[in-house]
């Protein structure tokens, strides 16, 4: 059974920093591509961070300087460092990875709880 596990969240001061992790199991997890999103209470999902199959990244306006993502294939996880956290970063965060090709294969994991107080 595929899994995404997502760790790393929790409570932080504004100013601070976290790492968030992304587990696979079950997939080649180094054929897909890679995204971390995040949803705050009464709004829509967003992507914060994307990773393709070939390390190429992109981010959104508003993480960039601040966020890095990244993949170590070997251990089947990809990695959101998160510094400089600001209040407005509060949000579950979600990874999701895909694989298109003939079919599309598409997964999501649980999420984690990110909290940056002011």
């Known amino acids: 059974q595929v899994q995404l596990v997502e760790s790393g969240g929790g409570l932080v001061q504004a100013g601070g920093s976290l790492r968030l992790s992304c587990a696979a199991s079950?997939?080649?997890?180094?054929?897909?591509?890679v995204g971390w999103y995040r949803q705050a209470p009464g709004k829509q999902r967003e992507l914060v961070a994307h990773i393709t199959s070939g390390s190429s990244t992109n981010y959104a306006d508003s993480v960039k300087g601040r966020f890095t993502i990244s993949r170590d294939n070997a251990k089947n996880t990809v990695v959101l460092q998160m510094n400089s956290l600001k209040p407005e970063d509060t949000a579950v965060y979600y990874c999701?990875?895909?694989?298109?090709?003939?079919?599309?294969?598409?997964?999501w994991g649980q999420g984690t709880q990110v909290t940056v107080s002011s």
């Open positions: 079950e997939i080649p997890f180094s054929r897909y591509d």
């Open positions: 999701n990875a895909v694989r298109s090709g003939i079919w599309t294969f598409d997964y």
